[in-house]
Protein backbone atom coordinates (compact mmCIF):
# COMPACT_ATOMS: atom_id res chain seq x y z
CA UNK A 1 0.00 0.00 0.00
CA UNK A 2 1.63 3.56 -1.08
CA UNK A 3 0.90 6.56 1.62
CA UNK A 4 2.61 9.82 1.41
CA UNK A 5 2.59 11.98 4.71
CA UNK A 6 3.39 15.16 4.61
CA UNK A 7 4.23 16.81 8.06
CA UNK A 8 6.17 19.92 8.68
CA UNK A 9 3.30 22.76 8.01
CA UNK A 10 2.71 25.51 10.58
CA UNK A 11 2.13 29.07 10.71
CA UNK A 12 4.88 31.65 10.93
CA UNK A 13 5.37 35.56 9.93
CA UNK A 14 5.90 36.77 6.19
CA UNK A 15 9.84 36.43 5.62
CA UNK A 16 9.95 33.40 8.19
CA UNK A 17 11.30 29.56 6.55
CA UNK A 18 9.75 26.28 7.19
CA UNK A 19 10.80 22.94 5.54
CA UNK A 20 7.96 20.41 5.03
CA UNK A 21 8.69 16.75 4.46
CA UNK A 22 7.10 13.76 2.76
CA UNK A 23 7.89 10.45 4.16
CA UNK A 24 6.70 7.21 1.75
CA UNK A 25 6.78 3.98 2.08
CA UNK A 26 4.99 1.46 -0.44
CA UNK A 27 7.01 3.53 -3.21
CA UNK A 28 11.49 3.97 -3.38
CA UNK A 29 11.56 7.78 -3.80
CA UNK A 30 15.15 6.58 -5.88
CA UNK A 31 12.53 5.61 -8.80
CA UNK A 32 9.96 7.98 -8.59
CA UNK A 33 9.08 11.44 -9.58
CA UNK A 34 8.23 13.54 -6.46
CA UNK A 35 6.04 16.85 -6.35
CA UNK A 36 5.30 19.81 -4.39
CA UNK A 37 1.41 21.36 -4.86
CA UNK A 38 -0.87 24.24 -2.71
CA UNK A 39 -4.47 24.61 -3.16
CA UNK A 40 -6.56 27.36 -1.38
CA UNK A 41 -10.39 27.20 -0.96
CA UNK A 42 -12.00 27.74 -4.39
CA UNK A 43 -8.40 26.81 -6.58
CA UNK A 44 -7.02 24.10 -8.42
CA UNK A 45 -3.83 22.91 -7.10
CA UNK A 46 -1.00 24.55 -8.42
CA UNK A 47 2.75 23.07 -8.72
CA UNK A 48 5.20 24.07 -6.82
CA UNK A 49 8.05 22.13 -7.56
CA UNK A 50 9.46 18.99 -8.69
CA UNK A 51 12.24 16.25 -8.25
CA UNK A 52 13.63 13.99 -11.61
CA UNK A 53 13.89 10.35 -9.91
CA UNK A 54 17.05 10.62 -9.84
CA UNK A 55 17.27 14.33 -8.70
CA UNK A 56 19.74 15.47 -10.57
CA UNK A 57 16.87 17.49 -12.02
CA UNK A 58 14.43 20.20 -10.13
CA UNK A 59 11.95 22.37 -11.24
CA UNK A 60 9.85 25.29 -9.99
CA UNK A 61 6.73 27.44 -10.27
CA UNK A 62 8.52 30.85 -11.28
CA UNK A 63 6.85 32.89 -8.19
CA UNK A 64 8.99 30.55 -5.97
CA UNK A 65 12.05 30.02 -7.65
CA UNK A 66 15.48 31.57 -5.87
CA UNK A 67 13.37 30.69 -2.70
CA UNK A 68 11.99 27.39 -2.32
CA UNK A 69 13.99 24.29 -2.79
CA UNK A 70 12.93 20.64 -3.59
CA UNK A 71 14.95 17.51 -2.10
CA UNK A 72 14.65 14.00 -1.56
CA UNK A 73 16.49 11.62 1.01
CA UNK A 74 16.86 8.27 -0.60
CA UNK A 75 18.20 6.36 2.66
CA UNK A 76 15.11 8.05 4.48
CA UNK A 77 12.79 7.56 1.18
CA UNK A 78 11.59 11.10 1.91
CA UNK A 79 10.88 13.82 0.08
CA UNK A 80 11.43 17.75 1.37
CA UNK A 81 10.32 21.47 0.22
CA UNK A 82 12.57 24.17 1.87
CA UNK A 83 10.94 26.99 1.66
CA UNK A 84 12.37 30.44 3.05
CA UNK A 85 11.17 34.15 2.71
CA UNK A 86 7.37 32.80 2.60
CA UNK A 87 4.92 35.91 1.99
CA UNK A 88 1.30 35.85 3.09
CA UNK A 89 0.04 34.52 -0.40
CA UNK A 90 1.38 31.47 0.00
CA UNK A 91 -0.95 30.56 3.23
CA UNK A 92 -2.32 26.95 1.65
CA UNK A 93 -2.64 23.43 2.06
CA UNK A 94 0.68 21.92 1.09
CA UNK A 95 0.53 18.58 -1.06
CA UNK A 96 3.24 15.87 -1.94
CA UNK A 97 2.57 13.95 -4.83
CA UNK A 98 4.83 10.66 -6.36
CA UNK A 99 4.33 9.89 -10.24
CA UNK A 100 6.29 7.03 -12.94
CA UNK A 101 9.73 8.30 -13.35
CA UNK A 102 9.24 9.09 -16.81
CA UNK A 103 5.68 11.33 -18.00
CA UNK A 104 3.94 13.61 -16.12
CA UNK A 105 1.37 12.73 -14.58
CA UNK A 106 1.08 12.16 -10.64
CA UNK A 107 -0.48 9.03 -9.24
CA UNK A 108 -0.31 9.70 -4.92
CA UNK A 109 -0.74 12.37 -3.11
CA UNK A 110 -0.31 12.55 0.57
CA UNK A 111 -3.11 14.15 3.04
CA UNK A 112 -1.80 17.93 2.78
CA UNK A 113 -0.47 19.93 5.45
CA UNK A 114 -1.37 23.34 6.37
CA UNK A 115 0.90 26.63 6.02
CA UNK A 116 -0.01 30.03 7.14
CA UNK A 117 2.12 32.70 6.41
CA UNK A 118 0.93 36.23 8.61
CA UNK A 119 2.06 39.62 7.31
Known amino acids: QVQLVESGGGSVQAGDSLRLSCAVSGLTVSNIRMGWFRQTPGKERAFVAGISWGGSNTYYADSVKGRFTISKDNTKNTAYLQMNSLKPEETAVYYC????????????WGQGTQVTVSS
Open 97 to 108: GAGPAVGSRYDY
